[in-house]
């Protein structure tokens, strides 16, 4: 049985266990995760299934904080706030950096993760740009309500691009094929989501922008299970958890 195979059957053993400690169980044991499975290793789907590293970080947490992973929904990425404060899922996993306009709507685990912003471009093209004033006169895509957008939009207001050449998107899997059909000339994506795609499809990291951006899961401002998933995630650091997941996904 593989780890991920494991942790599931343990999952719901304690979730059985735990349910039978309670009178007849509670909605309130299952916390039902959301995420934008578009954006691998982090989350992605193969064969029918949601998985990736945030998949796995979550559902572990989720596991040693005492509750029961409910099924995973794949939103929209500029769906998954509102979901979470609608009450439709309970705490996002999306690859989703901290940032203050996001933090006045809901709170954040403590982070996870860390990332810069890359500049992919076709491997061969003719366009390989060597920096961001190198993006003048080109067209660009990201994925919409992202960092990446944000940076895009830096640039517009810095007079670098124009809002002609920007072009959003639903997910990052659409803009790298568009990349690669020669539809935009630059996609601009979080830098280990950069490093997959050169990986598997024909393009390259042309240069980083330097971002220092962190990520966070996402709970509802008034969710106080909040410090018990930062518990659990404190203790998943703590054991080498943490260091085999990111073996698994990014080594």
Do not use: H
Not at 166 to 185: M, W
């Amino acid at each position: 049985m593989d780890r991920r195979a494991y942790l599931k059957t343990v999952g719901a053993v304690g979730a059985a266990s735990a349910i039978a400690g309670c009178s007849g169980g509670s909605d309130s044991e299952t916390l039902v995760p959301g995420t934008n499975a578009a954006f691998a290793p982090f989350e992605f789907e193969e064969n029918g299934d949601i998985v990736g590293f945030d998949i796995d970080l979550a559902e572990e947490a989720i596991d040693r904080a005492g509750y029961e992973a409910g099924s995973w929904s794949d939103l929209e990425f500029g769906s998954l706030i509102p979901s979470l404060n609608n009450g439709d899922i309970d705490l996002i996993a999306a690859g989703m950096t901290i940032e203050p306009d996001r933090q006045e709507q809901i709170d954040f685990t403590d982070p996870y993760w860390e990332s810069n912003q890359s500049v992919l471009v076709q491997s061969d093209g003719d366009f390989q740009p060597e920096g961001e004033s190198d993006l003048d006169g080109a067209s660009v895509g990201v994925q919409g309500g992202t960092t990446g957008e944000g940076e895009a939009e830096r640039l517009l207001e810095e007079g670098v691009i124009a809002e002609d050449d920007l072009e959003r998107y639903p997910n990052y899997v659409l803009a790298v094929e568009d990349l690669e059909g020669g539809n935009v000339d630059a996609v601009i994506v979080d830098q280990p989501v950069a490093k997959n795609f050169s990986a598997e499809r024909d393009v390259s990291v042309a240069f980083v922008i330097e971002t220092g951006e962190q990520f966070g899961m996402g709970m509802r401002t008034d969710d106080d299970r909040l410090a018990e998933i930062n518990d659990a995630l404190a203790e998943i650091r703590e054991d080498g958890t943490y260091d085999e997941l990111v073996a698994e996904w990014f080594e």
